[in-house]
């Protein structure tokens, strides 16, 4: 069954730690997404690619990176985490639809919570 | 720039009742038009779309139309569910390329 899976689905952890939150789909979708998420519920994309190599920085400034080494895979890196960093994060992907540049809807992952103490 | 505008929630309404949310955008050219559902403790789902004006999408009972001369894209459905409480996005991409541009989002309260 084609999905987006996102590990873990909760996270707590100290401040200074290194985490990286996974994102990866059976779909084979060229562009990949990741979303903030405040507990305001409003979204902001935080980082985007269009494919292998390819990565973006979205319209919320973020401390974290991205890679994508992999179609499937669109990992998010923060170095090291603090309090501010304490939210939702979604991850998304879609499929060029064809001429135009047009791309499909966006598909979402379940989201990962993150708790920074 | 592209923008939604969604009604400010919580939406608290009764079983059965019927629901409005609206959504007015802006945006250059011919957007396509979504709106999202969020259930608890999960990430968002496409709920329906519409690609041109006066299309109607419709999926569970929910439906919306593509309004151009209003730049509208309300959400209805006739008979709400306890199952239907969540939050709502109503989001727009524009006619080339795929940069989803949400509005707030409002919190449906359904109670039995």
């Known amino acids: 069954e084609a999905d987006i899976y996102q590990t873990p689905r909760y996270l707590v952890i100290g401040t200074g730690k290194k985490i990286t939150l996974e994102c990866s789909q059976t779909m084979g979708h060229d562009k990949m997404y990741w979303y903030q998420q405040d507990p305001g519920m409003e979204l902001h994309l935080i980082h985007y690619s269009y494919g292998v190599n390819s990565t973006e920085k979205g319209d919320l400034s973020s401390e974290s990176t991205v890679s994508r080494i992999r179609t499937e895979h669109f990992p998010l890196t923060l170095e090291s985490a603090r309090p501010s960093h304490t939210s939702q994060y979604l991850c998304?992907?879609?499929?060029?639809?064809?001429?135009?540049?047009?791309?499909?809807?966006?598909?979402f992952g379940p989201g990962t919570r993150l708790t920074v103490l | 720039g592209n923008s939604v505008t969604q009604m400010e929630g919580p939406v608290t309404l009764s079983e059965e009742a019927f629901l409005t949310i609206n959504c007015t955008y802006t945006?250059?050219?011919?957007?396509?038009l979504f709106w999202y559902v969020q259930y608890p403790g999960e990430g968002l789902q496409l709920l329906l779309k519409a690609t041109k004006a006066d299309d109607k999408g419709s999926n569970k009972g929910f439906e919306a139309t593509y309004r151009k001369e209003t730049t509208s894209f309300h959400l209805e459905k006739g008979s709400v569910q306890v199952s239907d409480s969540a939050v709502y996005f109503c989001a727009l991409t524009p006619n080339a390329g795929n940069m989803l541009t949400f509005g707030g989002g409002t919190r449906l309260m359904v109670k039995p």
């Open positions: 945006a250059t050219g011919y957007p396509s």
């Open positions: 998304a992907s879609s499929e060029y639809a064809g001429s135009g540049g047009i791309y499909d809807e966006q598909f």
